[in-house]
């Protein structure tokens, strides 16, 4: 059913969550596990011009980081991992990829949010891949 499946990190405890239910998916049907960050460029574009390299190097070292670390946990030699950390606006890109890689289901986490809030939003990422994506997403709500 799913050959690929991909687990966008920004470094939080949300994705740290995902990563469970990402390699269960991978583990029970045989899929590669994709993890990436993106690094926003909206973030580098707002920077003052002289702070530039070094808020993109921050991001840049923050990406890996949080991709490095959970591919750490996976301890699973059976399950193939893919890291990648793209840069631009981060739901275009882990939509991008997705199409890019072939996925066939995206896991994501989401912050933990209480009443209304949590009715409300999902998390602008997650919430703008949940309603643009064209293939399976599994949102792991760690509240």
């Known amino acids: ?3 690929s499946v991909l687990l966008p990190t920004d470094g939080s405890d949300g994705a740290v969550e995902a990563l469970d239910h990402a390699h269960a998916a991978a583990t029970a049907y045989g899929a590669d596990l994709h993890v990436v960050s993106v690094i926003d460029r909206r973030v580098v574009l707002a920077a003052d011009a002289d702070e530039k390299p070094d808020v993109r190097a921050r991001l840049v070292d923050e990406a890996s980081t ?3 670390e959970l591919r750490a946990r996976i301890d699973d030699p059976d399950v193939s991992v893919t ?3 793209p840069e ?3 739901h275009r890109e882990i ?3 997705a199409e ?3 996925i066939d ?3 994501l986490g989401t912050h933990a949010r209480t009443g209304r809030e949590k009715r409300l939003n999902l998390g602008s990422t997650t919430e703008r891949v949940v ?3 064209d293939r399976p997403v599994l949102v792991v709500d760690i509240s």
Do not use: C, N, Q, R
Request: charge should be negative.
């Open 1 to 3: 059913m799913y050959d």
């Open 66 to 68: 949080a991709v490095e």
């Open 83 to 85: 890291t990648a950390t």
């Open 88 to 90: 631009g606006v981060p």
């Open 95 to 97: 939509l991008s990829y």
């Open 100 to 102: 890019e890689a072939s």
């Open 105 to 107: 289901l995206l896991v």
């Open 131 to 133: 309603k643009k994506a």
